[in-house]
């Protein structure tokens, strides 16, 4: 069964961390290229990273230097660890394949607040 399970979410102090993971089924993981997005409700997705196949990394610039994408084949798996986080990177994070085709996963929901 083809799906994307994010996890890692919940509620986090101003300048905490948080490792967030995405874990992959139904298709071929190390062939796609790996993203997180972020979404505040009402607003549209914000890209937050890229890991392609072959492992080069893209941030954008809203969390660059306070993040790092990283991919592991072997267990399917995506991961984003935060860190410095600000109440502005409170958002539901979805991380998305692209391949042959483009997969979702439902988010996780980070909440940045003291």
């Known amino acids: 069964q083809l799906q994307l399970v994010e996890s890692g979410g919940g509620l986090v102090q101003p300048g905490g961390s948080l490792r967030l993971s995405c874990a992959a089924s139904?298709?071929?993981?190390?062939?796609?290229?790996m993203t997180w997005y972020r979404q505040v409700l009402g607003k549209e997705r914000e890209l937050v990273a890229i890991?392609?196949?072959?492992?080069?990394?893209h941030y954008a610039d809203s969390m660059k230097g306070r993040c790092t994408i990283y991919r592991d084949n072997a267990k399917n798996t995506v991961y984003l660890h935060m860190n410095s986080l600000k109440a502005e990177d409170t958002a539901v994070y979805l991380c998305?394949?692209?391949?042959?085709?483009?997969?979702w996963g439902q988010g996780t929901q980070v909440t940045v607040s003291s």
């Open positions: 890991i392609t196949s072959g492992g080069s990394i």
């Open positions: 139904g298709f071929t993981f190390s062939s796609y290229y």
């Open positions: 998305k394949a692209v391949g042959r085709n483009t997969y």
